[in-house]
């Protein structure tokens, strides 16, 4: 089965760049859609982003779109996040997993949600912080 490894994670001022790491293994992460999510401190968790498999297509949430990029390298089977002009509302441990619920290899347009999704890792701590 495919395993995930978030990592990238760190301390940062606000205005600062991060990027994140999904390394995957076990399994070609290419079979399936890939998402970001995050979890702040008394917060529920949320999806922020997801980038398909099939065509590369893309989604960010609200609060991050035009400051996040997903992106993906088959080769290495990584999945990545670039974060800029980071704020500090962006504080939260990230995860990442694959899509398992039908269709697998593709976004759908209301975002990642929790229930189509397994494989939780253990996440990268994200602070933003002046």
């Known amino acids: 089965q495919v395993h995930l490894v978030e990592s990238g994670g760190g301390l940062v001022q606000p205005g600062g760049s991060l990027r994140l790491s999904c390394a995957g293994s076990?399994?070609?992460?290419?079979?399936?859609?890939i998402g970001w999510f995050r979890q702040a401190p008394g917060k529920e968790r949320e999806g922020v982003s997801c980038?398909?498999?099939?065509?590369?297509?893309?989604y960010y949430a609200d609060t991050v779109k035009g400051r996040f990029t997903i992106s993906r390298d088959n080769v290495k089977n990584t999945v990545y996040l670039q974060m800029n002009s980071l704020k500090p509302e962006d504080t939260a441990v990230y995860y990442c997993?694959?899509?398992?619920?039908?269709?697998?290899?593709?976004?759908?347009?209301?975002?990642?949600?929790?229930?189509?999704?397994?494989?939780w890792g253990q996440g990268t701590q994200v602070t933003v912080s002046s």
């Open positions: 997993a694959p899509k398992i619920g039908p269709p697998q290899y593709y976004c759908s347009g209301y975002g990642p949600r929790q229930d189509e999704y397994d494989y």
């Open positions: 076990g399994s070609p992460l290419d079979y399936y859609a």
């Open positions: 980038i398909s498999s099939n065509d590369g297509s893309t």
